[in-house]
T-cell receptor
């Protein structure tokens, strides 16, 4: 799997947009970008994923650069409940068994 | 609620013992994944099963084994337990094997916290 690089931590004011960057400069053409988050030792929660195009769902938006070497997860109106570790993962299609390889993630702290 | 059920939630056992962790995937999901999360290691992939067959293996110790049954639930067996095996163990499930072009997401359970004393 392609390696990802994320900032160790970020702060965000409640109600503001949280923009979490991820670098994946070695990503290949068939590799998807996934985002998960983990709230204080709970099970990781799926947020969103994408291949080339920007994606949006009820939780967040995913912006992938044209060269696909980086992406940004956007939480449009962060709340205190969004405080968590956010993991950016690049997932490859191999046609067989697979896994999500978690890095160290970004600790997002949403404050009043 | 992700729909993935793990039991037990907490487990305390002594070194040298053997334990079994159980996972019930979401209805309709064929793939089950096991992860270990300890304080100093982060989330580590252990093993994946798809419809009863082993599909991928991570850094799973030889003292650990898993299986997926015909009803698709899975068990992770940990034997000859050591203090260092204390960790959170997560199970996740997905519709496909995640090698599918559909690239479906995986849903995680709430984990089993294992404490070896």
């Amino acid at each position: 799997d392609a390696k990802t690089t994320q900032p160790t931590s970020m702060d965000c004011a409640e109600g503001r947009a949280a923009n979490l960057p991820c670098n994946h400069s070695t990503i290949s053409g068939n590799e998807y970008v996934y985002w998960y988050r983990q709230i204080h030792s709970q099970g990781p929660q799926y947020i969103i994923h994408g291949l080339k195009n920007n994606e949006t769902n009820e939780m967040a938006s995913l912006i992938i650069t044209e060269d696909r070497k980086s992406s940004t997860l956007i939480l449009p109106h962060a709340t205190l409940r969004d405080t968590a570790v956010y993991y950016c993962i690049v997932r490859v299609y191999t046609g067989g068994g697979n896994k999500l390889t978690f890095g160290t993630g970004t600790q997002l702290k949403v404050e009043l | 609620d992700s729909g993935v059920t793990q039991t037990p939630k907490h487990l305390i056992t002594a070194t040298g013992q053997r334990v079994t962790l159980r996972c019930s995937p979401r209805s309709g999901d064929l793939s089950v994944y096991w992860y270990q999360q300890s304080l100093d290691q982060g989330l580590q992939f252990l093993i994946q099963y798809y419809n009863g067959e082993e599909r991928a293996k991570g850094n799973i110790l030889e003292r650990f084994s898993a299986q997926q049954f015909p009803d698709l639930h899975s068990e992770l067996n940990l034997s000859s337990l050591e203090l260092g095996d204390s960790a959170l163990y997560f199970c996740a499930s997905s519709v496909g094997s995640m090698g599918d072009r559909i690239n479906t997401e995986a849903f995680f359970g709430q984990g089993t916290r294992l404490t070896v004393v």
